[in-house]
Each structure stands twice: as C-alpha cells, then as structure tokens.
C-alpha cells in the first residue's frame, strides 16, 4: 500500500512540476498562459503535495513541491489592488460590470439586483438576446444607453457578440478604445465620456476573447495595449468588463489602472462557486478616484457572477 502511494505521489509532483513549467512559460501565451488564472489553486495544491510528501516520503521529497508553492504563496500575497476606503470624501459614483451569458432571465435579475444596490452605472457583455429597447425596459432607472455589436469570425465558429453601458447620467460616445488591426478578431468595445457631479469620467468597456488559442491571446493583448494608450494621460477612468484574464495573467499588466478591490479571496467565474474559481470580471480606476467599496455580486443566473464597486471623485485633479 505505501509503494502504491509513494507511486501515485510521485505522479502528482511530475504533474505539478509540468504545471509549473506552463506556468513559468505563461508569457509565451497560449496554452502556457492558461496557467496563471490557476496561480492560488496551484500554490494551495502544493502546499497539500507537499505535507503528502512530508509523510509518505521525508522532508527532502516535500521541498520539490515545498518551494514553487511558496514561491506561488508569495504572488498571491503580493497582488497589487486599490483596496476600499469607506471614510473616503467626495461625491461618489457606484458601478457594476456582469456578462448576462445571453440570458434575458439573468439581465432581468441583474436590474433587480442593480436597482437594490443603487448603481448608477452598469456594463453588460453577451446581451445577444436583449435589443436596446429589451434593456432600457430592464433597466427603467438606467435611461442612458449605449450598445455595440459585433460579427466575429473566430477560427472554427462565427457568432455575434453585443455589450451594452447603461447609464442613470447622460453618457456620450467617444469611440471604441479598442481599435484592432485584423477585423476577423473584432471584438466589441465601447469608450464613453460621462458627466459626473465632481466632473467629466472615461468609462471604457471591453469584453475580449477567452484565451482559448493564440490568435486569442493576441488579440486579447492588443486590445489590452490599445486601451492603455487610448486612457494615457486621463486622471479619472474606468476599464470595467468581463476581461477574459485574471490578475496573475501576463497580459493583465497591460491595462491601464488598478483593480478595485481585492481579488484574492473572490470568484467571478463559475457563478456557482462562492470561493475557489476564478476571477475574470473587473473594474480598473485611474488615480482620480478612490475606491469606497468594491465586492463581488450574487450568481443571478449567468455563468459569471457580475463585480460592483462604489467611488469618491475628487473634485480637483492634481496633475
């Protein structure tokens, strides 16, 4: 029985030890970058292969799995996140962002649920069964809409993909932020100017592919690109969507801003896990705003649970 044991350890390490080769070549994108969304379950499993490896086999047999663990226990401590300030001054602005998955049942109960939470701002991605008439009936307290589509052929399948930014100010269109180079990737995004009480905010929305193929990653990393050198140089932003990426994904680094509210301890993705799964809905803020709360939402019948934060804009913006 220990002989079959300290075989099937032997496996789980070499298989650990395979997921952390992919997670080292991350940065060489797809499959390798697949990964790092997996950065907490691989440093909670080696911590667990590690204490097997202390029983079954010495303290020498557990640092294999000992030492990437600890290295991945670090990573994880170490996220950057604007963390909430509650005694935070300044007139404030509360914001959601969640993918409705095409379901009309889980954008009626996101307008609940944003109506209960006075948003005053939500961005929704894979509205394909909701018209904008369909949403500003939804979303009654939420008058202001803006909504992109877009026809996407990706390799092997073509489908139609649609986000929407509903607002309870007037918002204005300014572009999409995300301009790409091979229309055949095209994924929807929407760049809006709002006027709030403290003044004028950037919202950007962007729902990117899920890195499912390299030609994915790459574009999800141009759109990245394209965002950060369209919000270059504004104070007061918001990047908020179901972005595809968590926190630990090398192409995370490059959007503009940082996450509002810790990621660590939350799931977005699959809805029905409260903790464990991962994080792949944000809301990104530029300097001019301070987060007062930030949290993930309920699972309201989608496969993604949407994220919701609340701010304080200063009325002055020092340059």
């Given at each position: 029985m220990r002989r079959a044991a300290r075989l099937l ?27 790092r969304h997996a950065t907490p379950h691989l440093a ?125 100010r007037p918002i204005e269109a300014i572009g999409d ?143």
């Amino acid at each position: 029985m220990r002989r079959a044991a300290r075989l099937l350890l032997a496996t789980a390490i070499a298989f650990y030890a395979a997921a952390m080769l992919a997670w080292l070549a991350a940065p060489l994108g797809f499959p390798a970058e697949i990964a790092r969304h997996a950065t907490p379950h691989l440093a909670g499993g080696g911590v667990l292969l590690a204490g097997a490896a202390f029983v079954l086999s010495g303290w020498r047999t557990a640092l294999a799995p000992a030492v990437p663990a600890a290295f991945l226990l670090w990573v994880w401590l170490d996220t950057g996140f604007a963390a909430p300030d509650a005694s935070a001054e300044g007139p404030s602005l509360t914001v959601a962002a969640f993918n409705a998955h095409g379901s009309t049942d889980a954008m009626a109960r996101a307008a609940a649920w944003a109506q209960a939470e006075r948003v005053d701002v939500i961005a929704l991605s894979e509205v394909e069964t909701a018209t904008p008439d369909q949403l500003r009936a939804l979303f009654p307290g939420l008058p202001h809409l803006l909504y992109d589509t877009e026809t996407v052929d990706f390799p092997g399948e073509r489908f139609t993909t649609r986000i929407a930014l509903l607002s309870v100010r007037p918002i204005e269109a300014i572009g999409d932020g995300a301009e790409e180079s091979n229309p055949g990737y095209e994924r929807p995004a929407l760049l809006a100017r709002l006027e709030a009480e403290a003044g004028a905010l950037t919202l950007a929305v962007a729902h990117p592919y899920p890195p499912r193929t390299p030609g994915a990653v790459e574009r999800r990393r141009a759109m990245f690109q394209d965002l950060a050198r369209t919000l270059d140089g504004e104070p007061r932003f918001l990047v908020l969507g179901d972005l595809n990426a968590s926190v630990w994904s090398p192409d995370f680094a490059y959007l503009p801003g940082r996450r509002a509210g810790d990621p660590r301890f939350i799931t977005t993705f699959p809805s029905w896990l409260n903790h464990g799964g991962l994080v792949l809905d944000h809301i990104l803020i530029g300097d001019g705003l301070t987060v007062k709360r930030a949290e993930a939402g309920p699972d309201l019948g989608s496969d993604h649970r949407p994220v919701l934060a609340e701010f304080a804009m200063a009325k002055t913006i020092e340059r």
